[in-house]
């Protein structure tokens, strides 16, 4: 899937993918920081966190990831997988359901729309795979920033939670099944 209005190629991602994902979760913790932001992820850079590489490398491996490219350089990435963080105190869906375990996008490619191109993929893939549900979940502190990222790109907030001290919030998409032709169509001939 290409979005040329933006110059931006999503392609599947993989083990390869591991060092650009890592650089770009430590831009983003390096970013946050610097807006005084240090309650979503933290202070450690990602590449430096117990189990943090290690981490990546299992999302690239056991999930679906998703990179975003503009100009052949990765620039964000999406991983979706069937359900949430089991570490995480959020309830599995009542149906099957696309669930967006990690969006994010390096800081100096900002303002190019890569976050939503991306969620806007992971969509297709749920209607590819008939199913009706995208849900993520995300930090909700800080003014409520993200949850609004993502109300712009179609969610909707469903439940609130808390992770220790970290407030949270899962936001849900309905996907809808690709609409029929309306044209005319001819008879089956008979013999």
Known sequence: MDNTSHAIRIRPGGPADVPAIVEMLDSAVVWMNSRGNTEQW????????????????????????????SDDTPAGVLVLHSGPSPQMPIAQAEEPERYVRLLVSHRRYAGLGIGAALLDRAAEEARRSGVGLLRVDCWAGG????????????????????????PGQVLARRIAAHAQPTGHTRPPATA
């Open 42 to 69: 933290g202070t450690e850079p990602w590449s430096r966190r117990p189990g943090g590489v290690a981490r990546i490398e299992r999302y690239t491996t056991e999930m679906a990831p998703y990179i975003a490219e």
């Open 143 to 166: 003014g409520g920033e993200l949850v609004a990222f993502y109300e712009r790109n179609g969610f909707t907030r469903t439940d609130a939670f808390r992770h220790g001290s970290w």
